[in-house]
Nanobody
Framework: QVQLVESGGGLVQAGGSLRLSCAAS????????MGWYRQAPGKQRELVAA???????NYADSVKGRFTISRDNAKNTVRLQMNSLKPADTAVYYC???????????????WGQGTQVTVSS
């Protein structure tokens, strides 16, 4: 079974920084895209940032210039560096792996368990 394990969430003051990491494991051959989504209380889950295996990136307008996504294809890991954090960034952040080809078949999509990011004012 393919699993995504996240780390790096926590509590930070406005203006501070956090880095989220996600590692995918489980007989993986290829992952087309990896990304981060977030869901705040009472709101829908939204895309924060995504990156393809070729390095193409996509960011939500609300985080452009503040967040940076990076990926290690060989290790099947993705990171999200979050700077200049705002209280509006408070949410549960989920790692996503899209179009995964593994020993279990594919393409399949997988999600991490989520990690809480809280930004205090």
């Amino acid at each position: 079974q393919v699993q995504l394990v996240e780390s790096g969430g926590g509590l930070v003051q406005a203006g501070g920084s956090l880095r989220l990491s996600c590692a995918a494991s489980g007989s993986i051959f290829r992952i087309r895209a990896m990304g981060w989504y977030r869901q705040a209380p009472g709101k829908q889950r939204e895309l924060v940032a995504a990156i393809t295996s070729g390095g193409n990136t996509n960011y939500a307008d609300s985080v452009k210039g503040r967040f940076t996504i990076s990926r290690d294809n060989a290790k099947n890991t993705v990171r999200l560096q979050m700077n200049s954090l705002k209280p509006a960034d408070t949410a549960v952040y989920y790692c996503n792996a899209r179009d995964v080809y593994s020993g279990y078949g594919g393409p399949d999509d997988y999600w991490g368990q989520g990690t809480q990011v809280t930004v205090s004012s």
